[in-house]
């Protein structure tokens, strides 16, 4: 089964600086999809970025850029200027064809002004 | 564009009682989904459809029961709620997978409290 881990609980980061948020993945599938998602107090899912496995260039919208690593297995997201909009929950989350999207525990990041 | 509707956005339930959480799809989604996120947790999938019709459990699907008359309509039935259930749903919808499409796109969610 396929299991996505996101091992810092908790982050925080000062405005106008630079996070990485860190994600690792497992899965025996060749082809799927990695995502990252951003739950503001509001609630809302709000996908931030997306990336096909198949694509060796790392993915980037915006201020908004992932380090994939296949081999490895590891999907981070890094935020650059970071803006007082940008506090949320972070989930990182795995999908394919064959098995229907998992979601990792969640990232809460703090940017202080 | 609506998007994905849900409704209820909040309700408080009393032990054994039931109901229905509603969840509607305009973007012509064959795929929808519930989940349930706990607090400080992440999501678990508990039902999933691929279609009108057609319907499979998820992770976590023991206590609720889905139906899918439609391809827009996706609603979750809890039957004799137990305060295991108080939580956060959220319903979700995508088209297939490709290129530009496999992300999901989700609802407001609906805070359970069953007391």
């Known amino acids: 089964a396929q299991t996505v881990t996101q091992s810092q609980p908790e982050m925080s980061v000062q405005e106008a600086e630079t996070v990485t948020l860190s994600c690792t993945y497992d899965t025996s599938e060749s082809n799927y999809y990695l995502f990252w998602y951003k739950q503001p107090p509001s609630r809302q899912m709000i996908l931030v970025i997306r990336q096909e496995a198949y694509k060796q260039q790392n993915a980037t919208e915006n201020r908004f850029s992932v380090n994939f690593q296949k081999a490895a297995k590891s999907f981070s997201l890094k935020i650059s200027d970071s803006q007082l909009g940008d506090t949320a929950m972070y989930f990182c989350a795995f999908g394919s064809q064959d098995n229907d999207m998992r979601f990792g525990a969640g990232t809460r990041l703090t940017v202080k002004p | 564009n609506a998007g994905v509707t849900q409704t209820p956005k909040f309700r408080i339930l009393k032990i054994g009682q039931s109901m229905t959480l509603q969840c509607t799809q305009d973007?012509?989604?064959?795929?929808m989904y519930w989940y349930r996120q706990d607090p400080g947790m992440g999501l678990k999938l508990i039902y999933y459809s691929v279609g009108a019709g057609i319907t499979d459990k998820g992770e976590v699907p023991n206590g609720y029961n889905v139906s899918r008359s439609t391809t827009e309509d996706f609603p979750l039935r809890l039957e004799l709620a137990a305060p295991s259930q108080t939580s956060v749903y959220f319903c979700?919808?995508?088209?297939?997978?490709?290129?530009?499409?496999?992300?999901?796109?989700f609802g407001s969610g609906t805070r359970l409290t069953v007391v």
């Open positions: 979700a919808s995508r088209a297939g997978w490709g290129a530009t499409s496999g992300s999901y796109t």
């Open positions: 973007m012509n989604h064959n795929y």
